[in-house]
């Protein structure tokens, strides 16, 4: 503790490290009603990855390497505590760097039971998966950007950033894009400093996938799945379909022999990766990814070359499907102990947590989360409305927390584009960045109340 500290600054510090503590407990709920930590399909894969310093052919590997550390406690539960504990401290970070001057910590317990009931990131935070790290990744670069910060919290902040940019490879085109706005940003005033930190982080984050890959296989790769993934993009919009009927049999493709098991619609992409007996499948599945890949990379280009505008058309409605998909609890019903062997994971590396696994609601019956999830939807729809609405009534100098808004909205419009249009339109996708946009709409009111002269 600084000795030179006034009497009000140490009371100040001590009533934040007071909530952090809080918040911790509190983002644990879903985890602590469920009995168990949270799974996802997913989830199996990263746990062994992380005993196994092996990536499977279709995941990264860096939040493998993050789960590592909380798994060596010989528990699931360290997992749950290590994520709330992040977010935790990221989510006081902002209030204490986004708030006027005025601010006081007790205005967070304000916000915290509508980040707690009314949005997605205690889902998040109690689940075994890379999507909590989405909003944190944005939460990080902002506060690195933006706020006045001590050499201690700037190092935790970038340790926790560079983290959150490598755990999954959909982040990395989003924090590219705060990167870029911050250089933006310098130019408009923001200290060309922070924003060099940004981008310097941001370039690092992007760099640990491939060389984690690189010391645990020999090969230096960003992601095997995403020619797949794209493929399975225009199967559920008919356009592999439609191109592969101009060039079939000639094109002497694989999946030619298949083409009756293409389907289009909502569920085509998720039918032909992970449904038993899909034409993938057949062709050899993801064991095969080194002559498929190619293969898919090929229709892909073909396809979009042969037909600009109608699959350009296709993406843009899948960006704007994506943006308006922000429900919670998607993957996490009942069935994904049916469709995964998770049982079979945590029997191998948590022997003693299969009984309380077992016991989960998760396991045992639906968790019912539409009504909840139609909660949250409308929370942070509200959040995003009345938010818009006080950035653009902002007639003075642009502020920190206007600006937190503006990056939160550019992250939003590129996360959307990057999972909708490259991979799949999914709730999870968005549901685990906009959950921001609740503490972003408090920064803002706290200004505006604060410029017409009354309390913060």
Known sequence: MNTNSSPAETASADRWWLLWMLTTLVLCWPALWNGHPLFFYDSMDYIRSAFTLTPAHYRTLPYSLFLAGPEQ???????????????????????????????????????????????????????????????????????????????????????ITLTAISAHASHLPTALAVALAGLFMAWRGVAAVKAGWVLGVVLSGILVTPVSHYLATGEAYMSRNAPIMALARLIRDGEAQRYLREVCPQAGYRICDYQDQLFAGPNGANDFLWQRGSAFEQMGGWQAWGTIGPEARQIVIGSWLAHPGSNLRAALGNWLEQLARFGTGSGMGQDIWHAAPLQDVVQHYFPNEIARQTAARQYVEDLRLKGLSLVHQTTIGLAMALGLILALRNRGPSTPASRFFWLLVLATLTNAAVTGIVSNPDDRYQARLVWLFVPALWFLWSVRRCEKGGAP
Do not use: H, K, N
């Open 73 to 159: 406690m010989g528990t699931l539960w360290a997992v749950v505590l290590s994520q709330a504990a992040i977010g935790a401290y990221v989510l006081v970070e902002l209030f204490r760097a986004l708030l006027p001057p005025q601010r006081s910590p007790w205005l967070f317990l304000t916000c915290l039971p509508f980040l707690a009931l009314g949005t997605g990131l205690p889902w998040f935070s109690s689940q075994v998966m890379p999507d909590f790290f989405t909003g944190i990744m944005l939460a990080g670069l902002g506060l690195l950007l933006l706020a006045p910060l001590s050499p201690a919290r700037r190092l935790a902040l970038i340790l």
